[in-house]
């Protein structure tokens, strides 16, 4: 009687292992894309030094990157086209995002947020300064996983905080831009 309920609860086990497994690889297969806001967003970061990084996510499927340094007077700005693929939630802060070139796909992001493999192609670029530019060159592909919070993005490190987007400063940066875009 006892090796009948120990191999039920052996089989019992196996079939929920299996289960999981099956659940896991499945639904690994399956991919949301994402949507850019229906409004204009920009998140900024400014450190102690006065450096400040801006990111602008547009309807039109465009994000537009602005780096200020007002200690070397470096300014640099990047237009690009933009399309992703939202994560997978599986347990407490596990989450799934398909980025190409990356191992192993799992990972803990930020209580709240929302991860999301962000495809780019650099559209245009402006660069004033000294030094080499730091964003990718135009027709370039790359890809970073996002972390979409309510209040706050999570890109490659460093917590960007929702603000009001200026109207006349982020027309002017993206006439800049679309500038360079034009002359090419």
Not at 163 to 172: K, R, V
Request: charged share 20%.
């Amino acid at each position: 009687m006892r090796s009948t309920i120990s191999n039920g609860l052996g089989g019992l086990a196996f079939a929920v292992i299996g289960a999981l497994v099956l659940v896991v690889s499945l639904r690994s297969c399956v991919s949301t894309g994402w949507s850019p806001p229906p409004d204009l967003e920009h998140y900024a970061i400014k450190g102690d030094d006065g450096r400040v990084f801006e990111a602008y996510f547009f309807p039109d499927r465009r994000a537009m990157f602005w780096y200020t340094n007002p200690e070397t007077l470096t300014v640099e700005g990047k237009l690009s086209s933009v399309g992703g693929l939202r994560g997978d939630h599986y347990l407490g802060n596990l989450w799934h995002v398909k980025a190409p070139g990356q191992i192993i796909n799992f990972g803990f992001y930020p209580s709240g947020c929302r991860p999301v493999a962000i495809f780019e192609e650099t559209l245009a670029t402006y660069h004033v300064g000294p030094g080499e530019p730091t964003f990718p060159p135009v027709g370039r592909a790359t890809t970073s996983v996002i972390s979409f919070c309510p209040d706050r993005i999570h890109f490659q490190g460093m917590p960007l905080l929702r603000a009001s987007a200026d109207p006349s400063e982020t027309s002017s940066r993206l006439s800049v831009l679309e500038d360079d875009l034009l002359e090419r």
